[in-house]
Structures are given as structure tokens and as C-alpha cells.
């Protein structure tokens, strides 16, 4: 009588849950004061580890109290656990509130010098490993730039003005080493009034296309309350995201793992 010999069946490789899966699943363990940080954070730390950067940067440029820059923070503290991605956290401000507005695209009916004051000692005392950078904008930025810190993998642009945003947006011209080959920017000034077409961050954004398109474009995000967890359909920030390009970047190409699908069955 023959004996049948059974072939051991081993279990299939485990499917890696999807990107977005991913996300909104650490975004509800996470949660924080600031979602848009959060949720930007997380995107940003999950595409990280898949292209092997172990280390990345957040920032926030124009901190005014503190609250933003701690609530970063905390977020980056948390994701860096859930990720083991290590986020270093970057502050950007003045220290002395906004500087005198330039002329009508920094809506000096809205706004004006010294508005949005910081008290930085109590910062300081409220921050446990965050840096601040105090000063001019566009100098603070510059010096980041070449201070060797991992590249940028989420920026919050909250400066008011039109010619401050300007300034800071010379972070998006830094070296490739610098940044990752994309990373999601909010920018809080472009949604409600008085932002528009000629004023505050979106005319800053449209001249920076213009003069840097071929190598370095910032992209507004269209629809991204259909991709943000259901607490956040109606959160005025899915209106003020955009997605900076790095086109010269020596790894814009490599694929991130964020498709939605990368087949469609015939019914």
C-alpha cells in the first residue's frame, strides 16, 4: 500500500497594506492638535522609509506663539515611533512678529508690523528638541539649507504676507541632498479672506513657478478631502495643501508606493 506524501503548503507572503490604508490608520492612533501636521507628517515619514531615508525634516516657517511649532512636535515624536523614521523639527520666525508689509499683496488693511509677536522664552521652555530659527526669513532659510539637516519632508508656510513668503520660499530652491524628491506644503494664507489671485501666498507660489518650472514646481492638491479620513472632509486645510516637486532630484523617478491601484479588472 502506498503512502501518499503530503506537500507541506507554506503560508503566503504577508500583503503590505496600502499606502493610504496606512496613513489614515496611524492618523487615528496619532491624532494631535493640528491634523493637517499629522496627517502631512505621516505621509511624508511612510514615503520616507520606502525610499530608505531613515532621517527627514519638518518645518514650519512663521511660528508667531509657539502652539503650531509644539503641536508639530508632539506629532513628529509620535510618527517617528509608529515609523521609525527619525524627523528632525525646524521652527522659522522672526521673534519679533511680522515685519512692515511691503505693499498691497501683503494685505496691509489685514495686517501689520509686529503683529504675531512670540514670547520666545516661553517657547523655548515648552519645546523639547524642536530648533528655532530666529531672524530674517530668507537668511534663517539659507542657512538651514547648508547646515547638513535631512532632507525636507513637509513644510507649513505661515508667514501672512505676500514678501515673506517669498523669502521663505527660497527653501524650495535648496539643494537636492536637501529635500525629498517631493513633499507636501501648506500654506495657510490662500483660503477665506482677503487671499486671492493677488495677494498673500498664491501670487508668491505663481512667480516662484514661473521663474523655477523647469527644475521646481509647487503644485496646488486638488480634491484632497476625498483622500483625507472622513474627520477631515470638511477641514478648511485639504483647501490650502500643494505638493512641491524637486524635478532635479536624483530619485523624483523611484516609485513612493502611492497608488491607489495599479490594475483594473474587466467587470
Known amino acids: 500500500m502506498s503512502i501518499l506524501r503530503r506537500r507541506r503548503?507554506?503560508?503566503?507572503?504577508?500583503?503590505?497594506?496600502?499606502?493610504?490604508?496606512?496613513?489614515?490608520?496611524?492618523f487615528a492612533q496619532i491624532g494631535g492638535s493640528r491634523p493637517h501636521y499629522t496627517w502631512c507628517l505621516i505621509h511624508g515619514a511612510l514615503v520616507a522609509d520606502r525610499l530608505g531615508f531613515r532621517k527627514i525634516s519638518a518645518l514650519e516657517?512663521?511660528?508667531?506663539?509657539?502652539?503650531?511649532?509644539v503641536a508639530l512636535e508632539g506629532a513628529a515624536d509620535a510618527i517617528s515611533q509608529a515609523t521609525g523614521v527619525a524627523i528632525e523639527v525646524h521652527g522659522f520666525d522672526s521673534g519679533r512678529g511680522l515685519p512692515p508689509p511691503v505693499d498691497h499683496r501683503d494685505a496691509p488693511y489685514l495686517i501689520g508690523a509686529g503683529d504675531f509677536s512670540m514670547d520666545e522664552q516661553r517657547l523655548r521652555a515648552r519645546l523639547r528638541g524642536a530648533t528655532l530659527h530666529l531672524g530674517p526669513v530668507g537668511e534663517t532659510v539659507a542657512a538651514f539649507?547648508?547646515?547638513g539637516h535631512p532632507p525636507v519632508a513637509f513644510a507649513a508656510f505661515d508667514l501672512d504676507y505676500y514678501s515673506s513668503t517669498c523669502d521663505a520660499l527660497r527653501l524650495v530652491t535648496g539643494p537636492t541632498d536637501r529635500l525629498m524628491p517631493r513633499f507636501l506644503a501648506y500654506f495657510d494664507d490662500v483660503v477665506g479672506y482677503?487671499?486671492?489671485?493677488?495677494?498673500?501666498?498664491i501670487p508668491a507660489i505663481a512667480e516662484f513657478n514661473s521663474e523655477h518650472g523647469t527644475t521646481r514646481l509647487i503644485d496646488e492638491l486638488r480634491g484632497l478631502r476625498y483622500v483625507v479620513p472622513r474627520s477631515e472632509f470638511d477641514a478648511r486645510w485639504t483647501e490650502a495643501m500643494f505638493l512641491v516637486h524637486v524635478l532635479d532630484h536624483p530619485r523624483y523617478d523611484d516609485a513612493e508606493g502611492t497608488a491607489f491601484s495599479h490594475q483594473l479588472e474587466l467587470d
Do not use: K, M, Q, Y
Not at 482677503?194 to 501666498?201: K, Q
Open 145 to 147: 539649507l547648508h547646515a
Open 61 to 69: 516657517l512663521g511660528v508667531a506663539g509657539g502652539s503650531g511649532l
Open 9 to 26: 503548503i507554506e503560508p503566503p507572503e504577508p500583503i503590505a497594506e496600502p499606502h493610504w490604508a496606512t496613513l489614515a490608520r496611524l
Open 194 to 201: 482677503p487671499w486671492g489671485s493677488t495677494n498673500g501666498a
